[in-house]
């Protein structure tokens, strides 16, 4: 159903994962957007496994509609793939069961970049965005692709959950002492992605500002979540992933939020223009670091700061909303 009044049309490149779960219902649940896809990527599971949440999630949102991908299956480069289980729960989703739709065809066997290339050009150049919240294989796929190098013009803009900049706090790791887990999972891609020769508007929120101790989800939440009355399954799945993601650390921070967020609301954020680099050898490996540069004519921003009390609006809103 292809509504002319939104103002953001969206492919969502995920790895489903609780925080890219809950980042899929905020984005379906928006007025301004309209997700035309989802492409699932190597991440928090593998990307099979990450279609397949994305099917049963759309399918008890009663969004079957909107095709889903399965991407890459391994990093560019690296073979051994790293899974931050303790964190998302066996099957990525906290342990929660849900059903698969019945007709296994659903799951579109369309290459990753001719679905990509049909659906930019469907629309008008720069009116469909990509919203990637897991490692950033599946992109630098498509940049390295030279099959595709005309339609890249035909993108809007990619905002990306990835990195650790040291912006708005010290944070610069999280999955290793000097790496974010999206940008340490495939940081040859991250690297191809954010190449500021590249003429493509890019937003990067990373965990320096995701991790803003003023902008979690606590059990208070979950407790409200169970509480609201006439219940339906799209809060019962969110208290589910939120309570076994508070079960895990007290309160917890929903990071891919902020790549949704970024992209329908960007006045939220504090952003600065520059470029950024990526380490790709040594213990410093997926490390990024942020150089300001204003004058520059690379169209790479970065997100310093957001507005906590806007965000938590946006947030809590639509989490509580039945
Ligand atoms: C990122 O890592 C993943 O585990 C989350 O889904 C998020 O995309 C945060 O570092
Ligand atoms: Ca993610």
Redesign the pocket.
């Known amino acids: 159903l292809s509504n002319t009044m939104v103002n953001y049309k969206v492919i969502l490149d995920v790895?489903p994962?609780?925080?890219?779960a809950i980042a899929t219902m905020i984005a379906l649940q928006s007025l301004d957007i309209e997700v035309l896809g989802i492409s699932t990527v190597n991440?928090?599971i593998g990307s099979r496994l990450g279609a397949l949440n994305t099917l049963k999630i759309l399918h008890a949102l009663g969004r079957s509609d909107i095709p889903v991908l399965q991407g890459a299956t391994k990093p560019l480069i690296k073979r051994r793939t790293v899974r931050?289980e303790y964190?998302?729960g066996k099957g990525g989703l906290g342990g929660l069961q849900l059903e698969l739709p019945e007709n296994k065809k659903i799951l579109s066997k369309l290459r990753l970049s001719d679905f990509i290339e049909s659906t930019l050009k469907s629309y008008r150049k720069g009116e469909v965005s990509i919203i990637a919240?897991?490692p950033l294989t599946n992109i630098a796929k498509l940049f390295t692709d030279d099959n595709f190098s005309s339609t890249l013009g035909y993108l809007g803009e990619i905002s990306i959950?990835?990195g650790a900049f040291g912006l708005d706090n010290e944070t610069f790791g999280?999955?290793t002492k000097y790496a974010?887990?999206?940008f340490y999972s495939d940081p040859e891609a991250a690297k191809i992605v954010l190449d500021e020769n590249q003429n493509l508007n890019r937003k990067v929120v990373g965990?320096d500002v995701?991790s803003n101790p003023l902008c979690t989800v606590d059990p208070e939440l979950v407790r409200k979540l169970t509480k609201l009355k006439g219940t339906t399954l799209k809060t019962k799945i969110t208290a589910s992933l939120l309570g076994f993601a508070v079960s895990v650390r007290n309160t917890c921070n929903l990071?891919?939020v902020f790549a949704v967020a970024m992209l329908e609301k960007p006045s939220l954020f504090k952003l600065k223009k520059g470029r950024i680099e990526v380490i790709l050898n040594g213990t410093m490996r997926g490390h990024s670091k942020f150089i300001e540069d204003n004058a520059s004519s690379n169209h790479i921003l970065v997100a310093s700061d957001v507005n906590e009390k806007e965000f938590n609006n946006f947030l809590f809103s639509r989490l509580l909303k039945n």
């Open positions: 790895d994962g609780i925080d890219d991440g928090n931050p964190f998302h919240t897991g959950m990835g999280s999955f974010e887990f999206n965990l995701t990071h891919d």
